[in-house]
């Protein structure tokens, strides 16, 4: 499923080495691929080869998978909370799995890499550049 990003992204991915994702990447993904399909962008055929090759690559250790957990869900709220960032629910939690796990933070969203970047969080912007 090529997208604009998708070979910034592969370059991004082959330099790491653990990459991490947490159940809601995993949520957020299917997410994404189930709107494409309800959108025409795919037939349900090739929704299901991508899905099953995800999940292959999860579930064959390409990826560390992590749990979230009630401290994640804390720290969320938490950076919520201090309402100086504008944060939505999942990407506190995206933020709150990075910093708990230590883990650099990879994403093409300009604002949530903002606010990484104000909670002191190492993040690496994907962008065509």
Same mark, same amino acid.
């Given at each position: ?35 494409? &399909?309800? +959108? ?5 055929? $090739?929704?299901?080869?991508? *899905?099953?090759?995800? #999940?292959?690559h !999860? ?18 709220r938490?950076?919520?909370?201090r309402?100086? &960032?504008? +944060? ?5 939690? $995206?933020?709150?799995?990075? *910093?708990?796990?230590? #883990?650099?933070? !990879? ?23």
């Amino acid at each position: 499923m090529p997208e604009r990003l998708s070979a910034r992204a592969q370059e991004i991915h082959n330099l790491q080495t653990s990459p991490a994702i947490s159940e809601l990447v995993e949520l957020e993904f299917f997410s994404a691929l189930s709107l494409r &399909l309800r +959108l025409g962008e795919l037939e349900r055929t $090739h929704a299901e080869r991508v *899905a099953s090759l995800f #999940l292959s690559h !999860v579930d064959g250790g390409l990826y560390t998978r992590i749990h979230l957990h009630a401290g994640h869900y804390l720290a969320a709220r938490g950076y919520i909370a201090r309402f100086d &960032l504008p +944060l939505r629910s999942p990407d506190a939690l $995206h933020l709150a799995v990075a *910093a708990g796990e230590n #883990l650099e933070l !990879v994403t093409a969203d300009q604002q949530l890499a903002r606010n990484a970047r104000g909670l002191g969080l190492n993040v690496s912007l994907v962008s065509s550049s």
